[in-house]
């Protein structure tokens, strides 16, 4: 079993940026793919990016492809999720979550996730 707390959601302006933080409890940290995704009402459920257990292997959703950056520092168990540019229309809960690969998170299959942390743009 593997615990989530996310952080650094926050209120910004358009075309500002946030770094959202995300700490995992646990030994295995290294053997989980690491993700986040987001929820905003009225709206389905966006995976937005993924790293593989290392973090070589990254991969973006179109509709933050360029501006968001996902990280992870397995020596911390924390994955970090860099946000820029951001947009009114990213505005949500953002979660972090695990998988068992990048791909899989990326296809919405997901073993866990926290609690999430909620992220506004005004424009």
């Known amino acids: 079993q593997v615990q989530l707390v996310a952080s650094g959601g926050g209120l910004v302006q358009a075309g500002g940026s946030l770094r959202l933080s995300c700490a995992a409890s646990?030994?295995?940290?290294?053997?989980?793919?690491m993700g986040w995704f987001r929820q905003a009402p009225g709206k389905e459920r966006e995976i937005v990016a993924a790293?593989?257990?290392?973090?070589?292997?990254?991969h973006y959703a179109d509709s933050v492809e360029g501006r968001f950056t996902i990280s992870r520092d397995n020596a911390k168990n924390a994955v970090y999720l860099q946000m820029n540019s951001l947009k009114p229309e990213d505005t949500a809960v953002y979660y972090c979550?695990?998988?068992?690969?990048?791909?899989?998170?990326?296809?919405?299959?997901?073993?866990?996730w926290g609690q999430g942390t909620q992220v506004t743009v005004s424009s």
């Open positions: 979550a695990t998988g068992i690969s990048s791909g899989a998170v990326m296809s919405g299959i997901l073993n866990s």
């Open positions: 646990g030994r295995t940290f290294s053997t989980y793919a």
């Open positions: 790293a593989s257990r290392s973090g070589g292997i990254t």
